[in-house]
């Protein structure tokens, strides 16, 4: 990734039913036919998010090496929030007809496993999505008003300050660099990508980028 320069026995009996009560309810009940909650954000080990509350459809993008950069691990992934349990489809932002499908298991509003039905390739040499022994969890870093998230397949996709600037700004991110879209306009998106270093936010031209929820 790149940025450029840029009462005693009463009370006693009443307090005992009370902290009973509290255990027996700490769970979230989920109701038959309502939507999980899910938040968006920076999940963190190459994770990003988004949820669009209209819709209900889930986008994410992953993307991280192993310890020695040898190998990488990389899939777009895309579902719908149900139940708790959401069948997801997974694949390299290039090819999405060869797509290798599974489930996104919510454990809470930020926090999740993703199973896969097999490997992509590189991924068991970075984390393991298809090994059940060893689940690949992810708990929210940075919480974002993201509706869906993008991957960049220009070379370079430079910042403007708004969809009507004349004049794009030197900051640019490159190929395969993901973002969370806040918003959308005709041919335009605005994003923040979440760097090593800082946020970097603006508008991007929608042609710069994979698919948008």
């Known amino acids: 990734m790149k940025i450029s320069a840029l009462p005693m026995m009463l ?25 999980s909650v899910m938040v968006s954000g920076d999940y963190g ?30 899939f777009y992934l895309r579902g719908k929030l149900g139940r708790a349990s959401v069948p997801v489809s997974t694949y390299f932002p290039e090819t999405p007809a060869k797509q290798i499908k ?14 896969l039905s097999a490997e992509h390739g590189g991924c068991w040499n970075v984390m393991h999505f298809a090994d059940d022994s060893i689940p690949a969890e992810f708990t929210l870093v940075a ?14 996709a430079y910042f403007y300050d708004t969809p009507t600037s004349v004049q794009h700004r030197r900051a640019y991110i490159v190929r395969g660099d993901g973002v969370g879209v806040r918003a959308m306009r005709p041919g335009w998106l605005q994003v923040d990508f979440p760097g090593d270093k800082k946020m970097t936010s603006g508008w991007i031209r929608q042609t710069e980028v994979y698919p948008v929820e």
Request: net charge positive.
């Open 11 to 35: 009370c006693v009996a009443t307090v005992s039913f009370t902290v009973t009560a509290t255990a027996q309810n700490s769970r979230p009940v989920e109701t038959p036919g309502t939507p």
């Open 45 to 74: 080990d190459g994770m990003l998010i988004g949820v669009n509350p209209a819709t209900q459809a889930v986008t994410g993008y992953y993307s991280a090496n192993n310890v020695n950069g040898q190998f990488s691990c990389i």
């Open 102 to 115: 599974g489930k996104l298991s919510l454990e809470a509003p930020d926090k999740f496993i993703v199973r």
């Open 143 to 156: 919480k974002h008003p993201w509706l869906s998230i993008a991957v960049v397949k220009s070379d370079r």
